[in-house]
């Protein structure tokens, strides 16, 4: 995982579930990037869910909301709709993001990456990071205070 202070690496661009362009390393505004294993599965859609209940708290901070995952856009595009997510998701297929991120592997027979949320200020710089593989709702709380604290 990056650390606190860290910028984030170059070459963080990446494609939303509509096809347009997102470049992480180059934000106007703070930025909680929630990298998440996989669309539709139980602890993965109670997190992205836990981020759609606090949008309006974390976009009056002046934060904007990405999620990331190795879901194709059409995927994406499916798991926003149904679940009313009004954040942009970002599909990371070729698993690009992920690595320059470093948001390893699961091992054993988990092929998936880790569940790490990153709140990344307006310079590009990371200034929270947060990992709990079965907690959804401690990155959400996690993010959110981070976020006020920054603000």
Same mark, same amino acid.
Not at 2 to 16: E, I, M, N, R, Y
Not at 21 to 38: S, T, W
């Given at each position: ?21 997102? %470049? ?96 990344? %200020? ?30």
């Amino acid at each position: 995982m990056l650390k606190v202070g860290q910028k984030v690496p170059a070459g963080s661009q990446g494609v939303l579930q509509d096809g347009s362009k997102v %470049d992480l390393g180059a934000p106007d505004q703070a930025v909680i990037l929630f990298f998440y294993p996989k669309a539709f599965t139980m602890v993965c859609t109670k997190e992205a869910c836990g981020f759609r209940d606090v949008h309006e708290q974390m976009v009056g901070k002046g934060a904007r909301v990405l999620g990331i995952s190795r879901d194709d856009a059409e995927t994406l595009q499916r798991f926003k709709a149904e679940y009313k997510l009004p954040y942009d998701l970002v599909s990371d297929v070729d698993g690009k993001l992920t690595a320059l991120f470093e948001v390893k592997q699961l091992g054993g027979l988990l092929s998936r990456p880790k569940r790490v949320t990153y709140l990344i %200020d307006k310079t590009g710089v990371v200034r929270g990071v947060f990992h709990h593989e079965l907690s959804a709702n401690a990155h959400v709380k996690d993010a959110m205070e981070a976020l006020q604290k920054l603000a």
